[in-house]
């Protein structure tokens, strides 16, 4: 052999050694195997070159972490996309993801021994792409798992992330056979806002668009489309009146034909009146956000309330129709803070069928309807609930303890439940009117 040949030969030797060296198997992390959908199955994962590949994955106890060729092996150094960074924060991801799976699987029992995700690791799909998405969901009906961009997990707490896994968990309770689910309503983003809430207090100021836009909408129809983002404080009220762990029990026993009010109602043995009575006592929680877990919190969101109404004949005014309640839907009316010792009385008239107001079912029209005062000192006192179609609710201030609030929250409360109307029906408005004495219409608290 020449030594041209020799180096040549050599030269091969080296180089079929390096290819083999970077094209070998990577071991697989023990503890919970890697499920493999479907869609993946005719992919060599082992391949660097693949769209998805072991050699681009990370681990925890509970997930798999895929992401795509184009970021190549380094998540913190990858090539940018059309001049944007396309960095992921890897070590944070697995500590948040690690942090809401605890939380979700034990303490709000989304999963329960014996899951599918006891065995199989939940999955993470990271794309390289600029599209911004991100949402969670399941593998086959096998194992919860989240499809997610670069540009949706830059905030440190990830709320992002917390929210769609809480879809991916929602979801493992069909995954493990449990649960027919409901279709057509919002409760899912509802239930996973809720979730995000629970593993961040301080959800209402990160996401202040919500809360901006839910006090304009509070008088729609609870599981409305217009607040599924906005508002999971329904939800709140449930956990505590039931434990944590009864949200996740809805989905469990959830059937089709039903909605989630449906299925509450059915869990706990309501009829039609209880239920608007529960509901209404939320309602009266969220005027000054009487929930001990988020207190500190949602202080800045206390005592924030508008409501319209127009001015009528003899002294009464009419709940203007931008802003009439719907079924569950509530105002928080703002009233001037009457003298120590000195009553407040409110006559209230529901006006089913007005002209003007979406008539819907108005045989099945009901109210409810009543005062919250607040001191000085932040304590919500809840007066006398009223719920005849014609009624009078009073209250009286107290000598020695000053207020610095008072409300009169009505709500709309059906005598039949009924499930929301699909895209393009009106909701059902129950118009009313009050007049007030002892007391003056603010145009708003502060």
Avoid at 63 to 85: A, V, Y
Wanted: with cysteine; glycine share 8%.
């Amino acid at each position: 052999m020449n030594k041209h040949t020799f180096f040549l030969f050599l030269a091969i030797i080296i180089t079929s050694c390096s290819n083999a060296q970077g094209n070998s198997d990577i071991p697989l992390p023990s503890g919970k195997s890697i499920y493999i959908p479907k869609e993946l199955q005719g992919m060599d994962l082992q391949n660097p070159a693949s769209q998805w590949s072991y050699h681009r994955m990370a681990y925890t106890e509970n997930f798999i972490i895929f992401w795509e060729k184009g970021f190549g092996n380094d998540l913190s150094n990858p090539p940018q996309l059309e001049g944007h960074s396309m960095k992921v924060n890897l070590p944070n991801l697995k500590e948040k993801l690690e942090s809401f799976y605890t939380y979700f699987y034990h303490t709000l029992q989304f999963a329960k021994q014996g899951s599918k995700c006891d065995k199989y690791r939940m999955m993470v799909m990271i794309n390289y792409s600029l599209e911004g998405t991100a949402y969670g969901g399941d593998y086959d009906g096998q194992i919860g798992a989240l499809w997610i961009t670069p540009n949706r997990v830059q905030d440190e707490k990830l709320n992002c992330i917390a929210h769609e896994l809480g879809h991916s968990f929602q979801s493992q309770i069909t995954c493990d056979g449990q649960g027919e689910a409901w279709g057509g309503c919002g409760f899912f983003e509802m239930t996973s806002q809720w979730m995000l809430w629970q593993v961040n207090p301080d959800w209402m100021t990160d996401e202040k668009y919500h809360w901006d836009a839910f006090k304009t909408l509070t008088h729609k129809a609870y599981l409305h489309l217009d607040n599924i983002y906005h508002s999971p404080y329904v939800l709140e009220y449930w956990g505590i009146r039931h434990g944590l762990p009864f949200i996740a029990e809805l989905y469990r026993q959830g059937k089709r034909g039903e909605d989630p009010v449906i299925t509450y109602k059915r869990l706990n043995s309501l009829g039609q009146k209880e239920f608007c009575n529960e509901m209404f006592d939320a309602c009266r929680h969220f005027v000054n956000w009487d929930f001990k877990r988020v207190w500190k919190e949602t202080r800045p969101y206390a005592n924030q309330y508008t409501c319209k109404m127009n001015p009528s004949k003899e002294g009464w005014y009419r709940v203007a129709p931008e802003n009439c309640p719907e079924n569950y839907g509530f105002n928080a009316v703002p009233l001037s803070v009457p003298q120590p010792g000195s009553a407040v009385e409110v006559e209230f008239l529901g006006e089913a069928d007005r002209e003007g107001y979406n008539s819907v079912h108005p045989e099945k029209a009901g109210w409810r309807y009543g005062f919250v005062a607040v001191t000085r000192e932040g304590k919500s006192v809840y007066g006398e609930m009223g719920n005849n179609t014609k009624g009078v609710v009073k209250y009286i201030a107290p000598k020695d303890v000053p207020l610095a609030y008072l409300w009169l929250v009505v709500m709309g409360a059906p005598t039949e439940h009924w499930m929301n109307p699909i895209s393009g029906e009106k909701d059902a408005q129950w118009p009313y009117k009050i007049k007030i004495t002892g007391s003056f219409l603010l145009t708003s608290a502060n």
